[in-house]
């Protein structure tokens, strides 16, 4: 009976410690994600006056391959109605059917196609749908504190990213005198490990 008992403690305490190295090993993946209901910024002008907004951020999937960038992989998907665009008048507008049109296309997505290390940046070549209309977008992602080749061992890694999106190209041209073609994401990221 004690060396049953000595046998089941031992398998019980082997599993013990390959649950924990198991779970350690996970916490350091090439798999990231930005945290839901986090914002990207943009701007864009009004009458040459520039003015700031966010999207709200719905959900992501970041996969960091350092050995051959190309092989990563970036998936975004913004939630437009509870995006802003600074202020109460502007995200009715920018909401509303003649821009946005966010009642019947709530979301924007980003996936992307093709990505390149160029100067210490990863330049993201994808597809952008925006009122269902999709086109091509290059978006650049700089590395804030950290080599594009040395992630390992951090609980988060924090990037810059930055686009240039003409609204025309994808239908919302409402106010077009008044408001310029341009929305610039220009905003800081944080992206967490995704544990399997």
Not at 99 to 118: D, M
Not at 120 to 137: A, M, Q, S
Request: charged residues 20%.
């Amino acid at each position: 009976m004690m060396r049953l008992t000595r046998k089941i403690n031992w398998l019980i305490l082997n599993f013990v410690v390959f649950f924990i190295m198991l779970q350690t090993t996970k916490v350091f993946s090439e798999s990231f994600r930005i945290s839901n209901n986090d914002d990207v910024n943009f701007r864009y002008d009004v009458a040459l006056v520039v003015f700031e907004g966010q999207f709200r951020i719905k959900s992501s999937y970041l996969y960091l391959d350092k050995k051959n960038p190309w092989n990563s992989e970036f998936t975004l998907t913004l939630d437009l109605p509870n995006s802003s665009a600074g202020f109460a008048f502007a995200t009715r507008i920018m909401l509303g059917k003649t821009v946005l049109n966010a009642e019947k296309y709530p979301e924007i997505t980003f996936v992307s196609k093709k990505i390149n290390l160029k100067d210490g940046k990863f330049e993201v070549l994808g597809h952008l749908t925006i009122r269902n209309i999709t086109k091509d977008v290059k978006l650049i992602a700089t590395p804030v504190g950290f080599k594009p080749n040395n992630f390992d061992d951090k609980s988060q890694i924090n990037f810059h990213i930055f686009s240039e999106i003409n609204r025309h190209d994808f239908g919302a041209s409402a106010f077009s005198g008044l408001v310029g073609s341009k929305i610039v994401l220009d905003s800081p990221v944080i992206v967490t490990p995704v544990i399997n």
